[in-house]
């Protein structure tokens, strides 16, 4: 996140905790498994306070497919 590492090791199947960020633009990379050099996905996201889920799904040498999704609140 922003060019730091939030999470490593993710394997495939496993879904990571929910994090925090602050509202703003925030540029996410995922890297191919075993090869951290090699970003699958870098996308600028724009975050505002709200709930989102990302996804990364894709096979190595293939182009990935991400989504964001925004969970709206009811009530």
Not at 27 to 42: C, K, S
Not at 50 to 67: D, F, L, M, N, Q
């Amino acid at each position: 996140m922003d060019g730091q590492p939030v999470l490593e090791d993710v394997a495939f199947g496993d879904v990571s905790p929910y994090l925090e960020l602050a509202p703003g633009t925030h540029t996410v990379t995922v890297t191919a498994a075993g090869d951290p050099e090699t970003a699958a996905i870098e996308e600028e996201l724009a975050v505002e306070s709200a709930a989102y889920t990302v996804t990364s799904i894709g096979e190595r040498g293939a182009a990935p497919a991400s989504s964001v999704l925004r969970a709206e609140r009811a009530g």
